[in-house]
Nanobody, 117 residues
Framework: QVQLVESGGGLVQAGGSLRLSCAAS????????MRWYRQAPGKQRDLVAA???????DYADSVKGRFAISRDDVKEAVYLQINKLKPEDTAVYYC???????????WGKGTLVTVSS
């Protein structure tokens, strides 16, 4: 059973930083990539960042230069460093993984990031 558990969210002032963590149970190599999504109140869930098994990364245009995704396969964890936070970054941040063999998507329950102006 795959479980993804996010942590690290909280209330922060604009311009501040947070580091989100996602603890993944099981062998991370079964996933084709690890991703962070976010969902602001009343909006759809959007892809924020992704890191492939080889370490290559990709980011939404809105967060390039401010967010950094990384992974630690030994610790079975994925991280999202968020810098220069803006009020529009306020959202629930979700960790996502897709099984490379079955295509099954796995989601965590999310961690709330609130940025005050």
């Amino acid at each position: 059973q795959v479980q993804l558990v996010e942590s690290g969210g909280g209330l922060v002032q604009a311009g501040g930083s947070l580091r989100l963590s996602c603890a993944a149970s099981g062998n991370m190599w079964r996933f084709n990539a690890m991703r962070w999504y976010r969902q602001a109140p009343g909006k759809q869930r959007d892809l924020v960042a992704a890191v492939a098994n080889g370490g290559s990364t990709d980011y939404a245009d809105s967060v390039k230069g401010r967010f950094a995704i990384s992974r630690d396969d030994v610790k079975e964890a994925v991280y999202l460093q968020i810098n220069k936070l803006k009020p529009e970054d306020t959202a629930v941040y979700y960790c996502n993984a897709q099984d490379r063999y079955s295509g099954t998507q796995y989601w965590g329950k999310g961690t709330l990031v609130t940025v005050s102006s």
